[in-house]
């Protein structure tokens, strides 16, 4: 079964500094992010933004193993 849930929460903790999270098998999982490209880029929903979502929440997905 996929996951459609596909949300990403981010808020500053400093300049150029966030925490994001999302939610994963019903519970709140997030990582420290510097990737400011990327904020943009998901942000602004430009082409390629779905993909950054998705690589991005594998990527805290696997900080939380």
Same mark, same amino acid.
């Given at each position: 079964?996929?996951?459609?849930?596909?949300? %990403?929460?981010? /808020?500053?903790?400093?300049?150029?500094?966030?925490?994001? /999270?999302?939610?994963?098998?019903?519970?709140?999982? /997030?990582?420290?992010?510097?990737?400011?490209?990327?904020?943009? %880029?998901?942000?602004?929903?430009?082409?390629?933004?779905?993909?950054?979502?998705?690589? %991005?929440? !594998?990527?805290?997905?696997? !900080?939380?193993?």
């Amino acid at each position: 079964m996929k996951n459609t849930n596909n949300q %990403l929460n981010f /808020s500053n903790t400093g300049y150029g500094q966030w925490k994001v /999270s999302t939610t994963h098998y019903g519970k709140e999982i /997030s990582m420290h992010f510097t990737n400011a490209p990327t904020y943009d %880029l998901i942000h602004s929903k430009e082409r390629g933004y779905k993909g950054a979502i998705v690589a %991005l929440r !594998s990527r805290i997905i696997q !900080s939380n193993k």
